[in-house]
């Protein structure tokens, strides 16, 4: 039945129970199915979600404004004892959908077979890789995480605690500021004016007085604050960019909460054996994350899903995301042939 598919899934994926502990407590309540058997079942049932998280991917990469970020993951062995160290680098749309994409390694190959000559809003943390993608693709427009230039300030607390004090209290201003917008909901050009007004000053005034503790004497490269310095003033362009735009946000948390499923996951299944199976990883969390983060019972979502893509027009698959599925299907789901039977019951 879909209903045991779909518990399947979300045991292992939603609530990080590997297979062979599934298979233990299937065994503790009477039921005997090979390992291999779950295995294949899981796979098998990716696979026809696969086509769902392609057309999610296609109508993310049309967003105006995306986040990135990339999370290693070991998947497929190297030699014996040893697997390959691969990533997953999710994507986050400006509708609140993301995609896992994979890849095995961690250049900027990756970031152009995804993005392509994508003219928008990149916002990124500050690795390498997407400032050499923005010099290729000069028409793209580089935003960078208040949140990351953050945490190179607190790594100096305990060498530099009253500079970091400072630089601390002029970041978390501007993360008032931005706090008070989110509470009264403000949204367009009078939030473009509220940052202007309220953030640009401070902004100003962080940069002015980074620039005035690089000119300390005592000031080392080795000294961690040297290294936050550093890391603000080499991006001030990147790191102002959301005060021209008042769709771009001020760092990329909201991205990292979504992907958490990862290495959340890894504490339970640590790895993915083959590069096949990483994939679908990327596959189904993608689905299942985009269904959190639109409010979607993801139960209700994936019986709904397993049954109706097989009679879906395959033009209009994108219409089974869990974010138009919400608007089309979401009232009146499919249910399973068990979950009918238990109905009928207990009416």
Not at 203 to 224: G, M, T, Y
């Amino acid at each position: 039945d879909v209903s045991f598919l779909t518990g399947m899934l979300l045991s292992k994926f939603l609530y990080h129970l590997p297979l062979y502990r599934q298979h233990q407590r299937l065994e503790l309540n009477g039921i005997r199915v090979a390992r291999s058997t779950l295995t294949n079942l899981a796979k098998r049932s990716i696979d026809l979600l696969t086509p769902i998280y392609q057309a999610q991917l296609r109508h993310l990469l049309l967003s105006r404004i995306l986040a990135m970020d990339e999370t290693p993951i070991k998947a497929g062995r190297k030699k014996k004892g040893k697997m390959n160290l691969a990533y997953f680098w999710p994507i986050y749309g400006e509708q609140d959908e993301i995609c896992f994409t994979f890849s095995r390694s961690r250049g900027m190959k990756h970031i152009v077979d995804q993005l392509g000559d994508f003219d928008g809003t990149l916002l990124t943390d500050g690795y390498s890789a997407y400032e050499k993608y923005q010099r290729q693709n000069p028409v793209l427009t580089h935003a960078q995480c208040w949140a990351h230039c953050r945490r190179y300030f607190e790594q100096a607390g305990d060498v530099e605690p009253e500079a970091v004090a400072v630089a601390l209290a002029y970041i978390g201003r501007i993360y008032e500021h931005e706090a008070w917008l989110r509470d009264k909901d403000i949204q367009g050009q009078e939030k473009l004016d509220y940052r202007c007004k309220n953030s640009l000053p401070v902004v100003e005034a962080f940069f002015n007085w980074c620039h005035q503790q690089r000119q300390r004497i005592d000031l080392v490269k080795s000294n961690p604050l040297s290294k936050a310095l550093t890391y603000a003033m080499n991006r001030q362009q990147q790191l102002k960019v959301f005060l021209s735009d008042p769709d771009v946000p001020v760092d990329t948390n909201h991205l990292e909460r979504a992907l958490r499923v990862i290495p959340m996951g890894k504490k339970n299944w640590l790895f993915s054996w083959s590069e096949v199976g990483a994939e679908q990883v990327g596959v189904i969390q993608s689905l299942l994350v985009t269904c959190k983060l639109h409010d979607v019972n993801p139960y209700e979502y994936l019986v709904d899903v397993l049954q109706r893509i097989s009679t879906h027009p395959a033009s209009k698959v994108e219409e089974l995301t869990p974010r138009r599925w919400k608007e089309l299907f979401a009232d009146k789901p499919m249910h399973s042939d068990l979950g009918r039977l238990v109905n009928n019951a207990t009416e």
